[in-house]
């Protein structure tokens, strides 16, 4: 398996405008988790999935970001509109029970 | 919900030496301990973790403790080599696979 996969590893955009990060988890896992990381807050969770259907949403910081499972194989997280603030590392992780496994990160940059 | 606190935040030792890495948790039915090591650039990846009915695991040169009374566990890394030189995350969770909250890292320095 490649492993968790996540597009783009970076995106530029201007404030104001849509973004949307997607992830493709690992075959068979069943747990998908979107991770937030800052120099200033470090690694937070926004959101998990279980079997597709969302189970905390608690750290989604505000309207601005969205977060949909459509099936066991796709997962995207959408802000919009993008703040200078929303900069950082976005993390897709997958799990099955046991070992969260990480993706590579989107680094998102808003100017 | 579950609060990771987590010291230092840097550490720089002399290769050859010891590294210890601690975490307090809030939530006492967390039961699933892990600990991450992110390089630069890279993603975290799982190096070891500890679960409630166990007070100590190693495995080679790291090993974790966990005190499930005092809501702490450590991370201890012996003959540390410049490699690993990383930032390092402990987490908890109420069981393994559910959401895992990270205390803000500790970045390890080796120097040669």
């Known amino acids: 398996d490649a492993g968790v996969i996540q597009s783009p590893r970076h995106e530029v955009t201007e404030m104001g405008q849509e973004v949307t990060l997607r992830c493709k988890p690992i075959s068979g896992h069943d747990y998908l988790f979107w991770y937030r990381q800052t120099m200033m807050r470090g690694l937070e969770l926004l959101i998990y999935?279980?079997?597709?259907?969302?189970?905390?949403d608690s750290g989604m910081p505000e309207d601005r970001f969205s977060a949909k499972m459509p099936n066991a194989s796709f997962s995207t997280l959408k802000i919009q509109p993008s703040e200078p603030r929303d900069s950082a590392v976005y993390f897709c992780a997958s799990s099955r029970g046991i070992e969260a496994f990480f993706g590579q990160g989107t680094r998102l940059t808003v100017v | 919900g579950e609060n990771v606190e987590q010291h230092p935040s840097t550490l720089s030792v002399q290769e050859g030496d010891s590294a210890v890495i601690k975490c307090t948790y809030s939530?006492?039915?967390?039961?699933?301990f892990p600990w991450y090591k992110q390089e630069l650039g890279k993603r975290p990846q799982l190096i070891i973790d500890i679960r409630s009915n166990v007070g100590e695991k190693k495995d080679q040169r790291i090993a974790v403790t966990l005190n499930k009374t005092a809501k702490h566990f450590s991370l201890h890394i012996t003959e540390t080599q410049p490699e690993d030189s990383a930032v390092y995350f402990c987490a908890a969770s109420r069981r393994s696979g559910y959401a895992l909250n990270f205390g803000k890292g500790t970045s390890l320095l080796v120097t040669p």
């Open positions: 939530d006492s039915a967390s039961n699933y």
């Open positions: 999935f279980n079997n597709n259907v969302p189970i905390d």
